[in-house]
């Protein structure tokens, strides 16, 4: 059972690849997540850390991170019950299990069906793409943790995480 | 009628979008005399207390309010999350307590992260007026 799933990644990789190849490059279509936008999400997720693409997570996520914003992460985060709900909407809505764009795809497909996780620096996808960045990395002062994709990734708030983009500050 | 109507719409905007941190204090003033009715004003010194006092939260941190708006509330500060915090002190930032309902907002958030508790209006009113000494 388990070498049979092996094989099935094995091939689905491998297909990407070529599909990837075909493409003809690295950012072109798909790869960037489409930018959307709300008002209210924009200006009420933005002003403790970066704002995070709704296509970083699966629907589920975002619907148990919204219902407990008084204790988010150790801090509260609560809004009126109006605005709560609008951007809830929203993130569902846009959320990496309702979008047609191949990164939030493979996102969703690396986590586990009975899984909810509230980080993105905790999902399989996320940590098989920085294998290569050392913990001290992330701990710069100028970057402070992984989850501050904003240091490395300037085009991250726009869904945008090509590889041209990429830049590690010092 | 339709002018009285014009006119309280104004006023109501005016009321929840630029209104100048006095009126604020105002607005607080009317309530610390309500929670307390020996109050006797605010005080830019108890806010200063009030602002750099630290205290052991029950996750055994030590919090403040400079903790992540630095001592010199003429400084840009950090959130946990290492994002810049504009300064708090409106000679260098004059958007300060101008949004009645964003002052609100992140004083319900915030007393709760560092006291455990709300504040009072008497501790919001102290704040403030320390905010506006700053020179």
Redesign the interface.
């Known amino acids: 059972m388990k070498k049979w799933m092996q094989l099935l990644l094995l091939l689905t990789s491998v297909s990407s690849t070529s599909a990837l190849l075909a493409s003809g490059g690295m950012e072109e279509g798909g790869r960037s997540m489409p930018v959307e936008s709300n008002a209210k999400w924009a200006a009420e997720c933005s002003?403790?850390?970066?704002l995070y693409h709704p296509g970083l997570l699966p629907e589920r996520s975002w619907h148990k991170m919204m219902s407990g914003l008084?204790k988010h992460f150790?801090?509260?985060?609560?809004l009126d019950a109006t605005t709560q709900k609008e951007i809830t909407a929203f993130l569902a809505l846009n959320s990496a299990d309702k979008q047609d764009n191949r990164r939030a795809k493979r996102i969703n497909q690396s986590i586990p069906a009975n899984s909810t996780p509230l980080r993105i620096t905790e999902t399989r996808y996320f940590t098989s793409k920085h294998d290569e960045v050392s913990a001290n990395t992330f701990k710069r002062k100028s970057?402070?943790?992984a989850?501050?994709c904003v240091?490395c990734h300037k085009n991250a708030e726009k869904g945008d995480f090509s590889e041209s983009q990429i830049k590690i500050p010092r | 009628m339709r002018k009285t109507i014009l006119l309280i719409g104004l006023l109501l905007s005016f009321n929840t979008f630029a209104a100048p941190p006095q009126e604020l204090l105002k607005q607080y003033e009317v309530q610390a005399k309500q929670e307390h009715s020996a109050f006797t004003g605010f005080s830019a010194e108890k806010g200063a207390t009030f602002f750099k006092t630290e205290r052991v939260h029950s996750d055994g941190k030590n919090v403040s309010c400079a903790t992540c708006h630095t001592a010199d509330p003429r400084n840009q500060g950090k959130t946990r999350a290492n994002k810049v915090i504009e300064p708090m002190a409106p000679i260098v930032n004059p958007k300060r307590f101008t949004d009645a309902a964003k002052v609100e907002k992140w004083f319900g958030r915030n007393c709760k992260d560092v006291l455990e508790r709300a504040c009072t209006a008497q501790e919001k009113g102290d704040y403030i007026s320390y905010m506006l000494s700053i020179k």
């Open positions: 002003s403790c850390h970066m008084d150790g801090e509260n985060a609560s970057i402070g943790s989850s501050n240091a």
